[in-house]
């Protein structure tokens, strides 16, 4: 824009500044080093140029990445000394070049650091200056006139500067001096010129020395034969057109392509007119690529030119007539560069794995692009394809810094595999594309999770330890030790060990020793499962494991007891009816719902059809009516049997003896049995128990905790009464306390009198406290005591009036 800077858009403006600044910033080594020196050479102390310790480039994990496919140089990262890995050719490295300087980087991973290297191979004289041809021929006619310059074949040294070709030098004769000319190229040639005039018939060939000098030091020099053949009179030489024809070819030429036509004439006739051309001072490059018609001097494409290596190219024609006159001109072709590399993506430094908590605008990779084109087919563009939360940065000039833009969540994308594609801006615009695979490291961000909140189980009671009852289950959705759960039991501080365990590895539950049903109705603890991050995570469940109830206990005859304090026997009245109440067999179980229910009955007796035993309430009563004939004394032994599986019994002994004298009031009271329940109303009861023993089981532990807490609060006895081992604390007959009736029968009676008692209040002192237990045991005593005295003084009259 001819209005200068204030045309440019702001946006361009910014980048430029930011390019500057960057560029500024950065921070390049340079290095000298000359070439043909052994391998291991010493380039260099990066660790002292930069500043650092060797320890610090290590922990760093500095590398160093030499720029095209070749590795010219190694880092020692314990020294810091930069040495070159083999013996360097500059010759090979950097054919036809002035200056020649190895471009490294210098990478750093810890943190990520990008410092530019360069390395500037010195030339040595290696190479001494050589002609293609040992030998060459000239043919100049005697009548050559004085000042004529011929071309001679230029030497080739493939040393650049003071070490390449400086001078040339012809061996002493009278004829011919040297001039020195220097091509466009910058190339020096040498050519022949007449400084006396030839005469055939003197001299018909001269043979001269041509010596090819390079400023080395020591210097090294090239010869070739010059040899002159002086021709007879050719007045005319061959005349080229131009003396220099510029000629522009683009890259993608095909061969075969014209390139120039180069046209020369001769005035003369016959053959001193007739021209042929021919390529002088040809290099072997240039002689793979062009071709020249001898007859029509038309110069075509023999091979593929290619803009990056050659850019410019030089060629010597010679026209010749056939006298041996001759005539130079130069062609110099020009090769226009054609978009015809796509971009070249190199990864420079690329993160094996990076953590899912990593914050946006990590870095995970460095990279670079090039194309070996020029101009705006040589300039690229890079971008990412596909929705990747990662973006790229520019670093400095086709560097570029490949960053997190988004938080990262393993578990839902374990690796990205990044497709970057980097593209020219040619005319018809050539793309190159490269994968990035980066893996997401896991961190541990996720708790264990039970797959239900609350297990039950269920154990037999007395079921052997070892015992796998269930197990547990906990995922985690992180990997590795992250992902590994491990399960335990939460235990409180100097809590006793549970009755179950759990497997830490599989979550199996196991019961470790056997469970009574009759002491714990079912167990709850708390399961943790965790898992092997650091610091680890966890989560809980509740385990609840039931026990359920087998028959293992026998019933228990609380009365009579079994160690015959009931020696005396139970005395019924000779007149007893059917009906009548003779004794009460109690018996407990221990254990629960069916195994608990007790049926009663008559498993022996002297007289099997003189007495009976109720199924469900154990009363023994006559079966019919007692008579005259039936024995005084009668011995039963009453089966108590509980409904388990199988079903466990046990039996109780009752002595029986038949007795005269019961008054009628006493016949009448034990002949008022109860009357029996029927059996579909028994039966009503136990489906009805049956069916709510499940709902009740659960909350029986609630329950039993909720009714302690209110008799302690009450201040009640912690437990119900429960039934003394021993029924009975006399001889007195088999009936519980509460049914216990004191017989006296007074001497010399003819009717046999009884008075009969109350019932006694049941003492259980070891269910009440302290000084409710004393109270009542003295007011059992005491209402035993005025009983029998009353007793004592009505007999004691009775007597007195049947002697009066």
């Not at 300087?101 to 001494?128: M, T, W, Y």
């Not at 179980?589 to 009663?600: E, S």
């Not at 002994?653 to 006493?666: I, K, N, Y």
């Not at 006399?730 to 008692?757: I, M, W």
Request: one cysteine or more.
């Amino acid at each position: 824009c001819a209005a200068g800077w204030g045309c440019w858009p702001r946006s361009v403006l910014l980048w430029l500044v930011c390019v500057c600044v960057w560029e500024s910033g950065a921070e390049t080594l340079r290095y000298s080093v000359a070439e043909e020196m052994a391998r291991d050479s010493l380039v260099g102390n990066v660790a002292q140029d930069l500043g650092l310790s060797p320890s610090q480039l290590a922990a760093r994990k500095a590398r160093v990445v030499s720029e095209g496919s070749e590795q010219h140089f190694r880092l020692d990262p314990h020294s810091g000394v930069l040495t070159v890995t083999e013996t360097l050719d500059r010759e090979r490295i950097c054919p036809h070049s002035e200056s020649c300087a190895l471009l490294f980087k210098l990478f750093f991973e810890n943190p990520v650091q990008l410092i530019r290297g360069e390395v500037e191979v010195r030339d040595v004289n290696d190479h001494s200056p050589v002609f293609r041809k040992r030998g060459v021929d000239l043919r100049i006619p005697e009548l050559a006139s004085l000042g004529s310059r011929y071309p001679l074949e230029r030497a080739q040294d493939e040393d650049v500067g003071i070490n390449g070709l400086q001078n040339y030098s012809l061996s002493p004769n009278s004829h011919f001096s040297l001039a020195l000319e220097k091509g466009k190229d910058g190339g020096k040639y040498a050519e022949l010129v007449l400084q006396k005039p030839l005469d055939r018939e003197e001299h018909r060939e001269l043979h001269l020395v041509l010596t090819a000098t390079d400023g080395g030091s020591p210097p090294r020099s090239g010869t070739a034969q010059v040899r002159v053949v002086v021709l007879d009179a050719n007045d005319n030489m061959p005349v080229f057109s131009r003396e220099v024809y510029e000629v522009r070819v683009a890259e993608n030429s095909p061969p075969g392509q014209l390139v120039v036509r180069v046209s020369a004439v001769d005035p003369d006739e016959g053959s001193n007119g007739k021209v042929r051309y021919e390529f002088t001072e040809m290099s072997e490059r240039s002689s793979q690529l062009f071709q020249l018609n001898p007859e029509s001097g038309e110069i075509r494409l023999l091979g593929n030119l290619d803009y990056e290596e050659e850019k410019f190219l030089e060629l010597v024609v010679r026209a010749t007539d056939g006298g041996g006159l001759s005539a130079h001109c130069r062609v110099h072709v020009e090769v226009l560069d054609v978009n015809d590399n796509a971009p070249e993506i190199a990864l420079s430094s690329v993160s094996a794995s990076i953590p899912e908590d990593a914050p946006p605008r990590t870095v995970v990779a460095l990279l670079s692009v090039r194309d070996r084109d020029s101009g705006d087919n040589g300039r690229t563009e890079c971008a990412i394809e596909g929705d990747v939360p990662f973006s790229l940065t520019a670093a400095f000039a086709n560097h570029y810094e490949l960053r997190t833009s988004a938080a990262l969540d393993r578990e839902t994308t374990a690796e990205y595999n990044v497709s970057i594609v980097a593209t020219d801006w040619g005319r018809a615009r050539l793309s190159a594309r490269e994968s990035v695979s980066v893996r997401i490291a896991d961190v541990n961000d996720n708790a264990p999770r039970f797959t239900q909140a609350a297990y039950s189980m269920s154990v037999s009671e007395n079921e052997a330890g070892a015992v796998r009852i269930g197990s547990v289950k906990a995922t985690d959705a992180d990997a590795g030790a992250n992902g590994r759960v491990r399960y335990a039991l939460v235990r409180e501080e100097g809590e006793e060990r549970p009755a179950v365990s759990v497997d830490a590895e599989s979550g199996a539950v196991s019961v470790v020793r056997p469970l009574d049903y009759e002491e714990v109705r079912a167990v709850e603890v708390t399961v943790r499962a965790a898992d092997g991050g650091s610091p680890p995570r966890s989560a809980t469940a509740l385990l609840r494991v039931l026990v359920r109830d087998e028959n293992d206990n026998a019933p228990v005859v609380l009365h009579p007891p079994a160690d015959g304090g009931a020696a005396l026997g139970e005395l019924v009245p000779r007149r007893a009816r059917a009906g009548y109440l003779v004794a009460k067999v109690v018996a407990v179980d221990a254990d629960a719902g069916q195994n608990a229910w007790l049926c009663y009955e008559l498993a022996k007796a002297t007289e099997p059809g003189l007495f009976r035993v109720g199924l469900h309430s154990g009363e023994v009563r006559t079966a019919r009516a007692v008579g005259e004939r039936d024995a005084a004394r009668h011995r039963l032994v009453v089966l108590v049997r509980d409904r388990g599986r199988p079903p466990r019994s046990a039996s109780a002994t009752l002595a029986v003896a038949l007795a005269d004298g019961f008054s009628e009031g006493h016949l009448r009271a034990s002949e008022e049995a109860p009357a029996a329940e029927p059996d579909g109303r028994l039966t009503l009861y136990l489906s009805v128990c049956l069916a709510c023993v499940s709902a009740l089981f659960v909350a029986g532990a609630a329950a039993a905790v909720a009714a302690k807490v209110r008799r302690a609060r009450r201040g009640e006895p912690g437990t119900l009464p429960t039934f003394p081992q021993s029924a009975a604390d006399s001889s007195a007959g088999s009936l519980p306390r509460s049914y216990v009736y004191d017989v006296r029968l007074a001497a010399g009676t003819v009717n046999s009198e009884f008075r009969f008692l109350g019932p006694l209040l049941p003492c259980f002192p070891a269910g009440l406290p302290q000084g409710a237990a004393e109270q009542r045991s003295s007011l059992c005593s005491a209402g035993l005591g005025q009983e029998e005295g009353d007793w004592a003084v009505q007999v004691r009259e009775r007597s007195v009036g049947d002697r009066g």
